[in-house]
């Protein structure tokens, strides 16, 4: 009789070890894909929170222009106070590229319409499929300005060589908090190609899914 | 109950006994101390004077990088396991770990990981430009993604993470499944309620740090840009999964000494501990605040001032459980009937200078100030107080605590107060003044530096020498205690309780194969 | 090492030793110890705070060791002390959790009014655009046309900080704290980031490679940059009669090899001074978009090569050409050096995505970048007799 009963508790513990292992195997990899959930989660903890702006994000398709410029439209204009547009662009060294914006600087009412304009040239003796990349400082701003049109809306392919003249038209809402009397923006080009066969010698892969790579991104 | 085992090479490789198992581990990170000890010492040559004399740039970045990266997966992590391995068990009376073959799995992976880790430095071009990890501990994207053999990396935390996380289940299989008849949790000795509350740390954040790295690996490799810039992907998203790792890592270092010195400051102040649920609960209480307050690794990156204000708010919230340990500790030797034993010393060493670098740790939080300590010596210097003074003398305190129930035989007492008064001594030169230099405004992780810094670190690179040399004693002491020395009895320490001081010194092959009644 | 400096560094010793507590930082008069006041509103609130989290913990500190210390002294079995029983308390476990959240309430208020001041974002007089490369930072006053300028540590520093380099690092002026314009000839100066005193100054910080961060403490400026981001920070000084009124700092995020040697100077003038310096960059910059079209024989180019060599290429390639093995390819007998022409000027005007060849397109002059392909070709031996001319560059 005491045997059975030490084999029976012996059962137990067995059983209820499968469950801590089993139990405890799920949350590793639950963990495991919480990590790579991370990436898309930042945006969204930072929209509900409200402090959007942080993170990058390539606008391509994601962005509801008109419904971003309705928003920032309906305050109107504030004649009462001007704010300071800076309009910057950061280099990826990664690219063969000529890119800069013609206007530096501009002075205007918020809740005004303006269009600014930024030149690009392939320098390179390969085609490249360009997305531009926005960020904007101080931060917080970010959900203010409404783009209406602007060329990160969309991929801009460019010839070896081919230089382009590109327009961004926004909008300030003149609900912007006048603690941020100066916005800067700034735009960074990346080449959805880049990752196609870099370089093999550092160990790089050559054939890429370039497709996939943006999914991963947004 | 018999002791019978097998002998030599085998009796090690293919183990299953929990005892064995701590031993290994024990051992493996000793080695690891050394190894990650003797970079140190590397380090503090070459910043005892300004101006380059011993090494290149890079290879000061990879003493930094490897220093750090071998003293937490190798040397404090294993350590902390290898007690859990022989301590869990005889304290909650188990004849074993729940998972014995998982047990052997879980370690032997563990000198393969290190191996990987440190291959790279052999390899490729001329050694003294320094071919290992030299990115920082930390290896922030995108300098990490420069690295050429970074793959070596990526797969050693791989394997040091599947480690880690066998491990942690292992323990917590073991502490909810094996517990003696009558042990109910609340009556568990601290020591295996700290482990039970780290093995959730672990397995709740390794995996992150193994996803981390896997993104790594396919932004080097395979042509994605989670974190590559150049790619669209966003260097600061890095940091953030890191420290999500990173912070409650910090914790999975210094629980477990928690528990260490939870167990003897009771012992030799013959005074059971005070406090015990508010400990638990304080144990609690940290392990959960680590998971919320990541950022505040990051205040400089440029987040938005909520953002910064909740993380410097949830952050000095962690002083008040911090504080309410320490209080604990102090009213457990308040009006005890005190001795001084060395374990007594090293773990009222622990509660003193931990203390220091949880004060560093409150003034690092409160993020206008950080903007000045960010990246410093004055961090550096914190760190350690909490890991060297924290984590592993904890760790020592341990060792010379249990060791006579592991061998059966008392360490020499005269050279354990010397190993602990040279150490305590050196020590403190060793780090206090890096507080001086770092708000004087000498950044970490630079190999050379302004001659106006130079008195405080040569003051520093001599303490470092000597606690270096400092911890060769203890390995001494150790051998000639495993050799032999005076027997120890049963109960080993006047006011020890708890179950494991019930059984032989030294502790029998196999324990608690009946198991014992808790009353 | 002198006997008086043996001295001084023997009592520091002692007091460290004895005195180990933040006491000793209140003992000593000069910055040596403590974090420095600065010269800015922000740098001013940090010292503030810094004293008064200090001042808490040192309190806190010297309460708690005190009860210990009494305990330790008094509780021991060797004076015959009896263990009491007592190991519970609720309420003491409630006041001594309430005391430090209520001392923690109280740090947290000027702390956040603290920090709202340190990342206020109002409009700025000047603005510069700070770019970390590794390892020299780029400077752009993005409101003057063509103000635009590399800083980096001095060649002479270069030599000095060498491994082996035979020279008392101690004797060099502001050690590792200095910087150049190595499109200059060598007036450190031209290095500076200079600004108008009692302006508002916006740093818009970004990085083109890896995380650096751009810190000047007496500034109190401390901000990451981090490739195709911006961030901003601030600063507003005086000039401060019968000083220097220059301001150091250091690169505080590791990026690489050469972290350590990655300084920021700032000098603060008066307005009449900063117009005049803006107007000499201008015509500086005029200069030298005028040499990119002209046409330089070989000496000229071998000659403005070297020096460009020296400050943008040795400290990756070696003075030497031959490079580090495994990590930085040799120019000496390299493949690109002496290669096809079209590919070396290709990889020193883009660089190579995915190490740490930058591209120079945008870091140097059409005439430096010619320059330094052609010594690159005919130094070091490899002698391809073929010459570049800025027209060359694209």
Known sequence: MPDKMQETKQDKTETNNKRVVGVSSLVVIAMFGFGFALIPLYDVFCDVLGINGSYQTIEDGTYDAKAETERALKNGVDESRTITMQFLVTDNDALDLEFKSRTKSLTMNPGQIKEVSYYVKNRSNKPMVLQAIPDITPNMAKKYLAKIECFCFKKQTLQPGEEKEMPLRFVVNSALPEKFPVLTMTYRFIDLNYKAGVDTKSGYLQTVQVDSTLNDIN | ?519 | MSASKTIKMLSRLLCTALLFGPAVAFANEGYDLNLQPGVTEVSQMQFDLHMLVLWICTIAGIGVFAVMIYSIIAHRKSKGAVAAQFHESTTVEVIWTVIPFAILVAIAVPATKGLLLLESNDKADVNIKVTGIQWKWEYDYIDEDGVKFISQLPQAQEEARKLGSGTDVTTVKNYLLEVDNPATSDDTTDGYIVVPEKKRIRLLITAKDVLHAWWVPALGVKRDAIPGYINESWFYAEYREGEDNIYRGQCAELCGKDHGFMPVVVKVVKQADYDAWIAKQKSAASASAAADTQTFTMDELMKRGEQVYNSSCAACHQPNGEGITGAFPAIKGGKISTGDMAGHINIVVNGKPGTAMAAYGDQLSKADIAAVITFERNAFGNDKGDMVQPSDIK
Do not use: C
Not at chain 2, 100 to 118: D, K, Y
Not at chain 2, 221 to 229: C, I, N
């Open chain 2, 1 to 519: 109950m018999s002791d019978h085992h097998p002998t030599g090479i085998k009796r090690w490789l293919f183990t299953t006994n929990h005892k064995d198992i701590g031993t290994l581990y024990l051992w493996f990170s000793f080695t690891m101390l050394l190894v990650g000890g003797a970079m140190a010492m590397v380090i503090r040559a070459e910043l005892y004077e300004p101006g380059m004399q011993l090494v290149e740039p890079n290879f000061f970045n990879m003493m930094t990088t490897m220093h750090g990266l071998i003293m937490v997966f190798g040397a404090i992590m294993p350590a902390m396991v290898g007690f859990a391995n022989w301590q869990v068990p005889m304290m909650i009376g188990a004849p074993d770990m729940a998972l014995p073959r998982m047990n052997n799995w879980s370690f032997w992976i563990l000198p393969f990981a290190a191996l990987m880790l440190v291959m790279p430095m052999f390899m490729g071009g001329d050694f003294m430009q320094g071919q290992g990890p030299a990115f920082g501990w930390t290896f922030y994207e995108p300098l990490s993604g420069q690295y050429n053999k970074l793959a070596f990396f990526i797969f050693a935390v791989h394997l040091l993470g599947f480690s880690s996380i066998m491990g942690s289940i292992n323990i917590i299989a073991t502490i909810f499944n094996m517990r003696a008849p009558g042990m109910t949790l609340m009556k568990m000795p601290l020591f295996v309620w700290t482990w039970l509350i780290t093995a959730f740390l672990l397995i709740a954040v390794m995996p992150v740090l193994a996803g981390a790295v896997t993104m790594m690996l396919t932004d080097k490799y395979f042509g994605t840009s989670f974190f590559d810039a150049a790619g669209g992907g966003d260097p600061v998203l890095f940091q953030h999964v890191f420290w999500f790792f990173g912070h409650p890592e910090v914790y999975i270092m210094i629980l477990p000494a928690f528990g260490i010195v939870s167990q003897i400051i009771p012992t030799f102040a013959r005074k059971p501990l005070f406090g015990y649920a508010s400990m638990v609960y304080a144990t609690a209480a940290i392990a959960f605040l680590s998971f919320i307050v990541w950022a505040h690794h990051m205040f400089t990156v440029g987040m938005p001032v909520a953002g910064e204000l909740y993380f410097m708010y949830a952050t000095v919230m962690i002083a008040v459980p911090t504080a309410v340990k320490v209080f604990n500790w102090t009213a457990t030797m308040w009006k005890g009937s005190m001795t001084f034993e060395t374990p007594m010393l090293w773990a009222i060493g622990f509660v003193f200078m931990f203390t220091i670098g949880g004060f560093t740790g409150l003034m690092l939080g409160v993020a206008p100030t950080d903007f000045q300590y960010h990246d410093t010596y004055f961090v550096v210097a914190h760190f350690h107080y909490v890991l060297v003074t924290g984590a592993l003398y904890g760790i020592i305190a341990g060792v010379y605590y249990w060791l006579p129930k592991w061998t059966g035989n008392m360490y020499s007492e005269g050279l354990g107060k010397l190993h602990f008064w040279l150490s305590t001594i050196s020590v403190n030169v060793l780090f206090f003044p890096q507080h001086f230099v770092g708000l004087e405004g000498m950044p970490r992780r630079i190999p050379d530096y302004n001659p106006m810094f130079a008195d405080w670190n040569a003051i520093s690179s001599l303490g470092g020498f000597v606690f270096g040399a400092s911890q060769i004693l203890f390995l001494v002491i150790i051998i000639m205690t495993i050799r032999g020395g005076k027997k120890a009895t049963d109960q080993v320490w006047e006011g020890a309780e708890g179950l494991e001081w019930t059984i032989p010194s030294p502790a029998p092959y196999h324990t608690f194969e009946t198991a014992p009644e808790v009353k």
